[in-house]
């Protein structure tokens, strides 16, 4: 017998059965075919300016830092301003998102690069996926739109969110998520980021910027 | 062979840790978690039932576990990935150094994962010829140190900045010897520069996992860094190692269970970084492991199955039951002398590692509740306690003393009139012996309680013959 076989023989002697049960094997598949979504809080829930109000305040209380613009093509400005601001260099590393490609990018002084992080670069910005009202919270899919690294390497993230993808709560962006990838689907790495990295190892003191971004800056569009 | 322990030494362990001045110093750190997770509570009405939904997704998925092993594990194939099935700590150990030596690796970072611990992962890795670095901060820390984590979310809450400053200045000798290390910030910045150089360095990143994914094939993990994400995504492996009860069926499932785990560990409404993985890089992406395994881990869990012990394998690791524990409190995590300690180490211990072993740890308790009452999944901690102090008992593993100790209270405690009379003599005798001071600073087979404290002379008649005469007159 194989450790494989040893271990299911374990598990189905101590809960006395053989593992052909067919009521079993009936509530297994209908629990996994249905997905029940238990209880889910009400803070996120409610329309698109109770869930935008509920989002900014829970993504504030998490320390990312929030901006508000009317269309796309107005982030690279707006993207500009918060590194200006910040005293960050001019340079920005992004994905293929062509919603991000198409922003005009020529109209600031910003040095763009393209593709994944080698861990060379102080600033990145992405396209989320969606968004959570209830922990304000994103939700970033990896591909070659939104390369993961660019979540995770740089000093400053910057995620460009459109505001009817803030959405209620986990259950929301895991029905999205079924709609772009199919029932039992999907991508290799969905992150859930809510705001930049800390540490509390060293005498539980909050300290920003462990290993991942120092700053996160959300920009909604719409 | 299991993580070395040091668990039947509890008595001993406590007591050093009760006269530890550094380490008494750092254990008021862990008092900040009470209050933080009362207040993330406090903002949400709908808490206690999704204690109540966590609790039935567990249940539900243990009485089903086969099934969703199974369902869990077609659809890591699906999407390219690799399970492997260890038995025992021995078997995971050696399955991870293959896959390492089979992809060549000479380095290795890893993510926070108590079942790295419990196989004692680290060392098996370092005696193959691998370099494994530890990335969370703190188990960076007790790393460089050569301990074991004494908190389970907190790995190194025994330790002052001062101790962490210390263990910097010896390890990271190629860095000018007189910067500045006093402040919080400038450790974390340092020890975020050294991390970085070994991530992009790596060949395989390993991580644990805070639940599986029937549905889908996923492995989540769950931390505030960034660290157990640089670990997988920048390597050409990422290997989870997970023991066979972090399977939950669905997404939905997973949900419920994060919003109780981070509100319950650390008091936030959600931890920085929950992350999704699946499978192996798919074919356009441009960055993440191009190879994608998990080790599954038995160690015993099966077993428990169906048993008395059932419901600690609803654990989720929050670390609320140690956080709230007063003898946590009081001793801190090493005393516990193996992997998991305060109230679920107590309980999961002797499981794993024997209660020959074991056995001491469940006796390590007030019993006052506490643990129960936070616990996010409601596991009967306490009772489960008792369980094993009755098998401890039945075992003839506790102290002669102490069973016939017992063995004579019981006598007497099952003899109603017998108990009476004697308890009155006692009193009598007692009284009459302590009329000078009032109070006894030494009795006989009492040293261990009047070194401490001085007993109360009785008044020379008991309660119930006091109650007698008091119900009588009022009559």
Known sequence: MNSREAIFASIRRSLAVHGDEAPRRFEVETRLKEAPPGVVPKRGQGDLPARLATFKAEAERAQASLAEIADWAGAPAEIARFLRENNCPATLRMGADPRLAAMPWSETTLEVLHGPSDGRDVNAVSAAFAAIAETGTLALVSGADNPTTLNFLPDNHIVVLTRDAILGDYESVFAKLRGAYGKGGAPRTLNFITGPSRSADIEQTLLLGAHGPRRLHIVIVG | ?475
């Not at chain 2, 380095?107 to 691998?130: R, W």
């Not at chain 2, 907190?154 to 101790?163: C, E, F, R, V, Y």
């Not at chain 2, 008792?386 to 019981?410: D, K, M, Q, T």
Request: aromatic share 8%; net charge neutral; proline share 5%.
């Open chain 2, 1 to 475: 062979m299991n993580e070395v322990a040091t668990s039947a030494h509890f008595k001993e362990n406590a007591h050093e840790a009760l006269t530890d001045a550094r380490l008494q110093g750092a254990l008021g750190f862990s008092r900040n978690f009470v209050g933080r997770r009362a207040a993330a509570v406090a903002r949400l009405p709908e808490f206690d039932a999704l204690r109540d939904s966590a609790r039935a997704i567990k249940d539900h998925t243990l009485a089903h576990l086969d099934l969703y092993l199974e369902a869990y594990e077609r659809k890591v194939r699906e999407s390219g990935g690799e399970v492997h099935y260890a038995q025992d700590a021995e078997e995971a150990r050696q399955i991870v150094i293959d896959l390492c030596k089979s992809m060549g690796a000479k380095s290795v970072t890893k993510g926070k994962s108590m079942i790295s611990e419990e196989i004692g992962l680290n060392h098996a890795l370092e005696a193959a010829g691998i370099e494994a670095v530890e990335t969370d901060l703190g188990e960076y820390i007790i790393q460089l140190r050569g301990e074991t984590p004494s908190h389970i979310i907190a790995p190194a809450i025994h330790l002052t900045a001062k101790d962490v400053e210390q263990e910097f200045r010896r390890a990271h000798r190629d860095l000018p010897p007189d910067r500045s290390l006093a402040e919080p910030e400038q450790l974390l910045s340092e020890a975020r520069q050294v991390l970085r150089a070994k991530f992009l360095a790596a060949d395989v990143g390993i991580t644990g996992a805070n639940f599986l994914i029937a549905e889908t094939g996923t492995s989540i993990i769950v931390t505030n860094e960034g660290n157990g994400d640089l670990t997988q995504i920048l390597p050409q492996a990422h290997i989870v190692i997970a023991s066979i009860e972090k399977v939950v069926p669905t997404l939905e499932d997973a949900a419920q269970l994060l919003r109780v785990l981070a509100r319950s560990a650390t008091g936030q409404d959600a931890s920085v970084y929950t992350t999704l993985s699946t499978g192996p890089r798919r074919p356009h992406d441009p960055d993440g492991p191009r190879a994608y395994h998990v080790v599954l881990l038995d160690n015993g869990r099966s077993a428990m199955l169906g048993g008395e012990f059932e419901d600690m394998l609803r654990c989720i690791r929050c670390g609320a039951c140690m956080n709230h524990c007063p003898v946590y409190q009081a001793v801190g995590g090493h005393a516990y002398g193996w992997v998991y300690p305060g109230p679920m180490g107590a309980v999961l211990t002797p499981s794993l590692i024997g209660v020959a072993e074991g056995g001491q740890l469940p006796n390590a308790s007030t019993f006052c509740g506490r643990c129960e009452e936070v616990c996010p999944v409601r596991i009967p901690l306490p009772n489960m306690m008792r369980h094993w102090r009755e098998r401890e008992f039945e075992r003839r593993l506790s102290p002669a003393p102490l069973r016939y100790g017992l063995g004579f209270w019981a006598f007497f405690a099952s003899r109603p009139a017998l108990y009476r009379l004697s308890a009155d003599l006692a009193a009598r005798a007692m009284h009459l012996a302590g009329r000078g001071k009032g109070r006894f600073s030494w009795l006989p087979f009492a040293g261990g309680w009047t070194r401490y404290r001085d007993l109360a002379a009785p008044e020379g008649a008991t309660f119930q013959s006091q109650w007698r005469a008091r119900s009588g007159a009022v009559r």
